[in-house]
């Protein structure tokens, strides 16, 4: 089975730019996740989508992080404008609910996104 | 304030040695505790998991314990290899309509030869 592809792997953008992540999902997955991982802070959640629509939006980064679902399979995240403090990992990650047990995620092996 | 607690946030073991890793939660509706391992340069995946209707989960060299009363969980490696290093993230959800994880800030495991 394909897993979650992002892409690019690895982005150096400088202050100021736009810079759009883009995520393939699992086939069929309909639960679709944006995390950001640093060392500090941990996973953070950015936008949490099921089927589509958007479930959650992390509070914080509303200002200059939008995620969208533009269908089933492709998914994007924009950061608008770029600061040296969003240097981080950007995780991609979908499952599929299941009855009476726990969402299980796949994720990609993510973006390095470096500013400066 | 962190939902989901991990400890230690470092760890060094000797190859053959048990590893123990703990973490602790705060929500009493959390039904669900799943453990990811993330190596460096790839996304997290899925070790192992638990239901709070189990106390115990082996797979392997790896088991997972529930305490529901004390709202922990551990993650015991036996014989641990050096190719267990990596970090081991925490995670608790509720079964149903949401499928959120919670996620701990993690633990690097580091198995010396």
């Known amino acids: 089975d394909a897993g979650v592809t992002q892409t690019p792997r690895h982005e150096v953008a400088e202050k100021g730019q736009t810079i759009i992540l883009k995520c393939e999902p699992v086939?069929?997955?309909?639960?679709l996740f944006w995390y950001r991982q640093t060392k500090i802070q941990g996973l953070e959640l950015l936008s949490y989508?099921?089927?589509?629509?958007?479930?959650?939006d992390g509070g914080a980064f509303k200002d200059r992080f939008k995620a969208e679902m533009l269908n089933s399979s492709f998914s994007t995240l924009k950061i608008q404008p770029t600061e040296p403090k969003d240097s981080a990992v950007y995780l991609c990650?979908?499952?599929?609910?299941?009855?009476?047990?726990?969402?299980?995620?796949?994720f990609g092996s993510g973006t390095r996104l470096l500013v400066i | 304030q962190q939902q989901v607690r991990q400890s230690p946030q470092s760890l060094t073991v000797w190859e053959g040695g048990t590893t123990v890793l703990t973490c602790s939660y705060e929500?009493?509706?959390?039904?669900?505790f799943p453990w990811y391992q993330q190596f460096p340069g790839e996304g997290p995946a899925l070790l192992i998991s638990i239901l709070s209707v189990s106390d115990k989960k082996e797979d392997g060299r790896f088991t997972t314990f529930f305490n529901k009363r004390e709202k922990k969980l551990s993650l015991h490696i036996i014989d641990s290899q050096p190719g267990d290093s990596a970090t081991y993230f925490c995670?608790?959800?509720?079964?149903?309509?949401?499928?959120?994880?919670?996620f701990g800030l993690g633990t690097t495991l580091q198995v010396q030869p």
């Open positions: 995670a608790a959800s509720r079964t149903g309509n949401t499928g959120k994880l919670i």
């Open positions: 989508f099921r089927s589509k629509s958007l479930m959650e």
């Open positions: 086939s069929g997955h309909n639960d």
């Open positions: 929500d009493s509706t959390f039904n669900y």
């Open positions: 990650a979908s499952s599929s609910p299941r009855q009476g047990a726990g969402s299980d995620y796949t």
